[in-house]
């Protein structure tokens, strides 16, 4: 009788500890699967988030039709009465700076000579102001310099910003300045540039930097910002530095500063 009643406790015994081991056996297997399915949803999560932000980041550029409407609509809300000079070595050329809206001139003396610039929604348009009137500026001396500076009659009528044939080339800084990098080839060979490359400030649409290529496709000349001031809590070009490039070798040969005064 007592044998056999070791035996009935060593059979319990024995149900008992398989019942246990099959206890933390399940427990262990839960919790592997939550572990891990916890683990797949984190990395499903972490995968999403990645996935938008690379989305968000991966969004396409603006075309370079609506950068350059843009940056026709900002010059053309500008008012502003200010002094200026054109300076090449020797030579120092003031001038009188008046715009208001769309409507921009350029009155410069010893001899007098008023330019007006207005800037439309499809083109811009150089007129010469006399005492008769306004007459459009003949097409044929757009290319001519003004004064023997390194500045022609065509840069100061922002032809290219109408420029049809225009592409965004991606994104550059110019003087810690985040700018997009346009090409825009000319519709003609009416202009001195056969394309432009452009810098356009993302956060302001101001011009930052200007290369204009020949027809042989070298480049003959760079405009760059140099500094800008602020006034009456707005912000305006300072200094602009124009050079003027050997085609072929990039060697300068000539360097003219665009300057606003107060």
């Not at 427990?27 to 968000?56: C, E, G, K, N, P």
């Amino acid at each position: 009788m007592r044998l056999n009643g070791e035996a009935r406790m060593t059979n319990d015994e024995t149900r008992s500890n398989a019942q246990m081991m099959n206890m933390r056996s399940e427990v262990y297997v839960s919790s592997f699967r939550f572990r891990h399915s916890f683990d797949f949803r984190s990395s499903t999560l972490v995968i999403s988030l990645t996935l938008a932000a690379l989305s968000l980041f991966a969004e396409p550029p603006p075309s370079a039709k609506d950068i350059l409407a843009s940056v026709r609509m900002m010059e053309s809300l500008q008012e502003i009465d200010l002094q200026g000079q054109l300076r090449q070595d020797n030579i120092v050329l003031p001038f009188h700076l008046v715009q208001i809206g769309p409507l921009i001139r350029y009155s410069f003396a010893n001899p007098d000579e008023v330019l007006q610039l207005r800037l439309g929604e499809k083109s811009s348009r150089l007129d010469l102001v006399t005492d008769d009137g306004t007459e459009q500026f003949a097409a044929s001396k757009l290319k001519q310099k003004i004064r023997g500076t390194g500045v022609t009659y065509e840069d100061l009528a922002f032809k290219f910003l109408y420029w049809p044939a225009a592409r965004v080339l991606g994104e550059e800084n110019v003087r810690t300045r985040n700018c997009w990098k346009l090409q825009l080839r000319a519709p003609s060979r009416e202009s001195q540039y056969s394309n432009v490359l452009l810098w356009i400030d993302k956060a302001s649409g101001a011009l930052m930097r200007m290369e204009g290529y020949d027809w042989n496709a070298q480049l003959a000349k760079r405009f760059e910002v140099v500094s800008a001031q602020k006034i009456e809590g707005r912000w305006f070009l300072k200094q602009m530095r124009i050079e003027e490039l050997q085609p072929g070798t990039n060697r300068v040969q000539s360097r003219t500063y665009l300057e606003i005064k107060r």
